[in-house]
């Protein structure tokens, strides 16, 4: 029998004190960022944060669902297939990374 998931709008997903919490942290960790930056140029910040969230993102998901790649795609909204394509660009694509990602 397969597991029904959920799905939330993005309205109905966050409410306001969790949406404001995320983007307080999110706002903390660029500044300090940007500071330890200090004079170096500051190219593609948008894609590297965006990369770098995407990540941790995809990893929390995963470990979430104990290695369950079908609810973690579902969790996150996109296919498994662009799940798994993720992963892989991500380094965590194999069983093997997969498992010893787990395990930490």
């Known amino acids: 029998m397969k597991e029904d998931i959920p799905t ?3 309205s109905e997903s966050f409410t ?3 949406n404001s919490l995320l ?3 999110v706002d903390e960790s660029v500044a300090y960022y940007l500071t330890k ?4 140029p500051k190219k593609n910040l948008l894609r590297m944060v965006v990369f ?3 990540i941790a993102l995809y990893r929390r998901v995963l470990k ?3 290695g369950n790649q079908t ?9 498994r297939g662009t799940f798994r394509t993720k992963l892989k660009m991500f380094g965590i694509g ?3 990374q997969i498992k010893e990602m787990l395990s930490k």
Do not use: P
Request: hydrophobic letters at 35%; glycine letters at 6%.
């Open 37 to 40: 930056l200090g004079d170096l």
């Open 52 to 54: 770098e969230v995407e």
């Open 8 to 10: 939330l709008s993005y």
């Open 16 to 18: 306001e004190s969790s």
């Open 71 to 79: 609810k973690a795609a579902a969790i996150l909204g996109v296919s």
């Open 94 to 96: 194999s069983s093997s």
């Open 23 to 25: 983007q307080e942290f």
């Open 64 to 66: 979430y669902t104990s």
